[in-house]
């Protein structure tokens, strides 16, 4: 499993590369520089936030927030870590196959249903699990718990 999302995430960002590019090269084939600079200037915010994931934690836990914010992105939520309490010692590739398919849905829920376009995200370990509570702008959090027995929703 963590082979094949590395696999779907670099093919997920070269296709965002490539579509960045096309957009980029529309704006200046029509004339219109001044929009392909303002574009340029939202890609370069994404961009950096997601450079500050991978230099906040360590590179497992990366992984998954990377992981969590593409799937996010997906839904066309944005995404804003609140508080992450996981170290590297916490078998994340477990973590990580076990919440992916949750959290798929949540982002479908605020993104699709409520309609948000932005959420706030906090993981944090507790007891023998991982709790991971996802605060859509203005609504009351969608929380679930991942253990060593799956996910349960709470």
């Known amino acids: 499993m963590f082979t094949i999302e590395v696999v779907r995430l670099l093919s997920h960002q070269r296709h965002d590369f490539l579509n960045h590019l096309q957009v980029v090269s529309g704006f200046l084939d029509l004339g219109q520089p001044q929009k392909a600079s303002v574009y340029l200037q939202e890609v370069l915010k994404e961009i950096d936030a997601e450079r500050?994931?991978?230099k906040a934690y360590e590179p497992e836990?990366?992984?998954?927030?990377?992981?969590?914010?593409?799937?996010?992105?997906?839904q066309?939520?944005?995404?804003?870590?609140?508080n992450v309490n996981l170290s590297p010692a916490q078998d994340l590739t477990v973590i990580m196959e076990k919440s992916l398919a949750?959290?798929?849905?949540?982002?479908?829920?605020?993104?699709?249903e409520h309609?948000?376009?932005?959420a706030e995200v906090s993981i944090a370990a507790v007891g023998e699990g991982i709790v991971f509570r996802v605060r859509p702008r203005g609504q009351n959090?969608?929380?679930f718990?991942?253990?060593?027995?799956?996910?349960?929703v709470r």
Do not use: S
Not at 76 to 82: I, P, S
Not at 115 to 118: A, I, N, S
């Open 145 to 152: 718990m991942v253990t060593g027995g799956g996910a349960g």
């Open 61 to 74: 836990v990366a992984l998954l927030l990377y992981v969590l914010l593409v799937q996010a992105r997906e």
């Open 141 to 143: 959090p969608l929380e």
């Open 102 to 112: 949750r959290m798929k849905n949540v982002w479908y829920e605020v993104g699709k």
């Open 115 to 118: 309609g948000e376009t932005e």
């Open 52 to 54: 500050e994931i991978f």
């Open 76 to 82: 066309g939520v944005a995404v804003r870590y609140d």
